[in-house]
């Protein structure tokens, strides 16, 4: 029997048992989580040089500190940036809990330096430029911890959790949650129950799908939410050297036309390196990682499109799973390549043509093809629309050796229902981070796991 227990040890579930502790809570607190601790976790393509599809999880989505460990590590410090999350708590409070959430990451060791606050003249003109071009830019100011600086950070947390009593169960997957006349009693992890006063559910988006299956099961009240698709995009740094300097990371939101789609960058990586992400079913997803020592020739950044079902169809990570699938099917279970220019030509790109130009991919095993025979025709259309804006921008971003991966997917589950105490329709049960659809990010989630602390102990 515990006082509480968390599903998931990314961010959000990290942050709520470190807050509890920060706010003297005696309780016994446990952690389940799919994955290896961070001690374990480590991906064999260092080794092999090509994707072995790890079972029963992916190494680098899952496991202490969820694909957070391996990402690039950007901090957003604003509230702007990381989700609806301060729609529901307010925005004053939010930002409040992103300057208080930030000084526990510098304690564990992130880097004092801000990105994005120097050069105001700057940011000036790429927001004039993004003007004229239709688009919007979202100044951030970015905590860059980098991909080795945060699976460093996130070991030391893991550690403090550890030695000041709460119990880290790894490689244990929660099937079911145990709910009895609409109270949450605990979750069930292959044969076992284990009980609890408080259940925290913070699986991430690779647990994206699994709530939403519990939410129906259990009736937990949700409301449909949006899916991106689209793709990562690479290119010279050079082509990027003006943004990467005055901004790290460039936050474009558009409606292009013809179907006026929110469409938006993120995840920027200059000197970074595109990686590939392994989900259930075997679904490869695109990402980019950068490091603050190893650099490479390109920048990466993703240009996602938002999709929103209604009726009659209201299963949005289902739809993205189906277009990922068939665009893994097209890379016999890689991750596509293709050039734009080739794209803008109507042809695939060939494996030895990738050789021939200034772009050289930094995900070595993808594989050249057609992402136009997989990719939908309103999500394809609004990324090339997307893509000839920021051109505008950004001379060069829209050339035709700008190479194009896919699928790049970003799972939001339909987003619970609760209220600023973030209270669901399930007496005791709890949502947090990206799983819940009010979070996208590490920042953010982190924070929504500092309130909840703060919430249970007043």
């Keep these: 029997m515990f006082d509480v227990i968390i599903v998931g040890a ?13 706010k003297g809570f005696s ?7 799919e994955g290896k601790t961070l001690e374990k976790r480590s991906c064999p393509k260092n080794i092999t040089k090509k994707c072995v599809q790890c079972k029963p999880c992916c190494n680098i989505t899952a496991g202490f500190a969820g694909a957070g460990a391996f990402s690039d590590g950007k901090l957003s410090l604003s509230r702007e940036v990381g989700g609806d999350l ?17 000084k526990i990451y510098l304690k564990f060791g992130a880097d004092e330096h801000v990105e994005g606050v120097e050069d105001i003249e700057k940011i000036k003109e790429i927001r ?13 100011p970015i905590r860059h911890l980098g991909t080795e600086k945060a699976h460093a950070l996130y070991l030391k947390l893991q550690h403090y959790l550890t030695d000041n009593g709460v119990s880290l169960f790894s490689e244990s997957l929660v099937t079911d949650l145990i709910i009895k006349d609409n109270v949450c009693k605990g979750v069930v992890v292959g044969d076992k129950e284990y009980y609890a006063d408080i259940t925290v559910v913070a699986t991430g988006r690779r647990g994206a799908d699994w709530l939403d299956q519990m939410c129906r099961v259990h009736k937990i009240a949700s409301e449909s939410g949006n899916v991106d698709i689209g793709v990562r995009v690479e290119l010279r740094n050079e082509i990027m050297e003006e943004v990467n300097k005055a901004l790290y990371e460039s936050k474009l939101i558009g409606y292009p036309k013809p179907f006026f789609n929110k469409v938006r960058t993120f995840c920027q990586n200059p000197g970074g390196f595109v990686a590939q992400e392994n989900y259930e079913d075997n679904l490869a997803l695109v990402n980019g990682h950068a490091f603050k020592e190893v650099k490479s020739q390109n920048t990466n950044l993703a240009i996602l499109c938002s999709h929103h079902f209604s009726t009659p169809f209201n299963q949005p ?5 189906k277009v990922g699938q068939l665009l893994n099917m097209l890379g016999d279970g890689h991750i596509l ?10 042809k695939r790109t060939w494996q030895k043509e990738l050789a021939m130009g200034n772009v050289r991919p930094t995900l070595v095993d993808a594989v050249a093809g057609d992402i136009t025979s997989a990719m939908p025709y309103r999500t394809m259309i609004s990324i090339l629309e997307f893509i000839s804006q920021v051109d505008k921008i950004f001379p060069g971003f829209g050339g035709s050796e700008t190479l194009l991966y896919a699928p790049e997917i970003k ?17 005791n049960l709890y949502c947090l981070g990206d799983s819940s659809g009010w979070t996208r990010g590490l920042m953010m989630s982190s924070v929504m796991g500092v309130h909840l602390a703060n919430t249970l102990t007043k």
Excluded: W
């Design 337 to 346: 390549v293709q050039r734009l220019g080739d794209i803008r030509c109507g």
């Design 128 to 140: 004039r430029r993004a003007i004229v071009a239709d688009l919007k830019l979202v100044d951030c």
């Design 317 to 321: 990570i289902l739809y993205a799973q």
């Design 27 to 33: 309780g016994k607190i446990a952690i389940f989580e």
């Design 411 to 427: 799972f939001y589950s339909n987003r619970i229902v609760m209220d600023d105490k973030l209270k669901t329709t399930v007496e």
């Design 10 to 22: 990314g961010p959000a579930g990290i942050f709520t048992a470190y807050q509890l502790l920060e």
């Design 86 to 102: 301060p729609d529901l708590i307010g925005a004053d409070h939010a930002q409040d809990l992103i300057d208080y959430t930030d």
